[in-house]
T-cell receptor
Framework: AQTVTQSQPEMSVQEAETVTLSCTYD???????LFWYKQPPSRQMILVIR??????QNATENRFSVNFQKAAKSFSLKISDSQLGDAAMYFC?????????????FGKGTKLTVNP | GAGVSQSPSNKVTEKGKDVELRCDPI?????LYWYRQSLGQGLEFLIY????????KSGLPSDRFSAERTGGSVSTLTIQRTQQEDSAVYLC?????????????FGEGSWLTVV
């Protein structure tokens, strides 16, 4: 079974600075999808960014980018120019690309604090 | 609706009572998921529905938990004889299809407290 590990329970960053959240995963599959979700205090899970494993190019969404290292099974999230609104729980998730195993497998999350 | 809708938003129930949590997915979404999030924990998969296929129930923690999806749309998660360890946020999510990386959209969750 696939597992996702987030080794940083909490992180903090100064406003306007850059922070990187770590995520590693374990799988024997070659094709899959990786996601970062943000969960603010409102509890709403919001998709931040996603990466297809077959794509070598790292995904980027405005201030959010990933460093996807397939051989190392690493998928870190970089937040540039951090804003107060970025404060939230961040979850890394894995999803198989093969039929019959559709669910997202989540890490335990990293709580990000943004200091003014 | 525009997003995944869940009700009730908050529910307090006495130990031993049954509860029903409702999820209304995004219109047209064939895949529907239930997750449980205990305080300070990650998301635990419970059950997955895809179209008319048999649901993936592999995450249900005990036979006190069940879920159904009527007409391929609204889903109800039922917890019988609730226990204090059932206290958690129950999140529902939906997507257009499964297994191809389509974005999974989450509702705001139902916060269940068992006293």
């Amino acid at each position: 079974a696939q597992t996702v590990t987030q080794s940083q329970p909490e992180m903090s960053v100064q406003e306007a600075e850059t922070v990187t959240l770590s995520c590693t995963y374990d799988t024997s599959e070659s094709d899959y999808y990786l996601f970062w979700y943000k969960q603010p205090p409102s509890r709403q899970m919001i998709l931040v960014i996603r990466q297809e494993a077959y794509k070598q190019q790292n995904a980027t969404e405005n201030r959010f980018s990933v460093n996807f290292q397939k051989a190392a099974k690493s998928f870190s999230l970089k937040i540039s120019d951090s804003q107060l609104g970025d404060a939230a729980m961040y979850f890394c998730a894995y999803r198989s690309a093969w039929g019959g195993s559709e669910k997202l497998v989540f890490g335990k999350g990293t709580k990000l604090t943004v200091n003014p | 609706g525009a997003g995944v809708s869940q009700s009730p938003s908050n529910k307090v129930t006495e130990k031993g009572k049954d509860v029903e949590l409702r999820c209304d997915p995004i219109s047209g979404h064939t895949a529907l998921y239930w997750y449980r999030q205990s305080l300070g924990q990650g998301l635990e998969f419970l059950i997955y529905f895809q179209g008319n296929s048999a649901p993936d129930k592999s995450g249900l923690p005990s036979d006190r938990f069940s879920a159904e999806r009527t007409g391929g749309s609204v889903s109800t998660l039922t917890i019988q004889r609730t226990q204090q360890e059932d206290s958690a946020v129950y999140l529902c999510a939906s997507s257009a299809t499964g297994g191809d990386g389509n974005t999974i959209y989450f509702g705001e969750g139902s916060w269940l407290t068992v006293v």
